[in-house]
């Protein structure tokens, strides 16, 4: 395992090939996940591209630092973590919350930036009445209470099926993450509004969307595509909230599509 402390955060992270041979390729995973969200797509991409995992604070093994959490602070954390390992203009994957700390990452950091993967995510995700109840339900009752609507909309029916022993680590994951982290992004996800920002991207972008999703459905996710000139719209079928779980080979071609469309130094 490797970690390192950033603003004052001990950040879990896993840096997979070298940063200086390969394209680089970032990811940045949804609320109530860990980064082993991603193993079976980097699996898939290894190949060709080094890549970047981490858990953002209050997640996974990273500490849980001053709550509430803005996304500019999981932002920065991140710019700090590539600026210490020397990541220069990587693609940034982010997935739901993901993808408003891509937003934001690329608002604040540009050069860090070469291209945006937004998965699942918005410009603007939920209202603020919705964060507001999650948050009161899960301070008073652990996100135990909120588990089985929110992996409704992470994960399709036939993966819910409850001899598949995978979705239910994957309720282990959710329940076991920190209150005060989950919250804390939960206030961060709430206060996030990139309408505008998307407006001003000007690297090229991909949104990418599960089929069926209940957290941010396609139409959502290609309302953010229009805001964004030039980004490409693409559906994974048979996907729920997470296709890199549930559909990590679609998710994989349709990522290197994008990616060989990519210009300037492939390296």
């Keep these: 395992m490797q970690f390192t402390r950033i603003n004052d955060i001990a950040i879990h992270y896993r840096l997979i090939g070298a940063v200086a041979e390969k394209p680089v390729l970032v990811f940045i995973n949804s ?111 652990g996100i135990e209470a909120v588990a089985d609507a ?8 036939a993966f819910r099926r409850p001899e598949n022993v995978a979705f239910a680590c994957y309720r282990n994951m959710l329940i076991r993450q920190p209150v005060p982290g989950y919250a804390g992004t939960c206030a961060a996800i709430r206060d996030a509004d990139y309408t505008e920002a998307t407006g001003e991207i000007s690297v090229p972008v991909l949104c990418v969307v599960g089929d069926q999703d209940g957290s941010t459905p396609p139409d959502l996710v290609r309302s953010t595509a229009g805001l964004i000139p030039g980004a490409r719209f693409e559906v994974i079928r048979d996907a729920g909230h997470i296709p890199c779980v549930e559909q990590p080979e679609a998710l994989a071609a349709t990522l290197r599509d994008f990616f060989i469309s990519l210009p300037g130094d492939k390296r």
């Design 150 to 157: 929110v992996l409704e909309r992470w994960f399709t029916p």
């Design 31 to 141: 609320l109530g996940t860990d980064f082993r969200i991603w193993d079976d797509l980097v699996l898939r991409l290894s190949d060709a591209f080094a890549a970047v995992l981490y858990d953002k604070r209050g997640h996974g093994l990273s500490d849980i630092g001053q709550v509430p959490y803005a996304i500019e602070d999981h932002a920065t954390d991140l710019a700090g973590l590539l600026d210490r390992l020397q990541v220069k203009r990587a693609i940034i994957c982010g997935l739901s919350v993901g993808g408003l700390i891509a937003q934001s990452l690329y608002q604040r950091r540009p050069d860090l930036v070469r291209a945006l993967v937004l998965a699942d995510t918005a410009h603007k995700i939920g209202t603020a009445e919705m964060w507001d109840a999650r948050i009161a339900a899960i301070e008073a009752h």
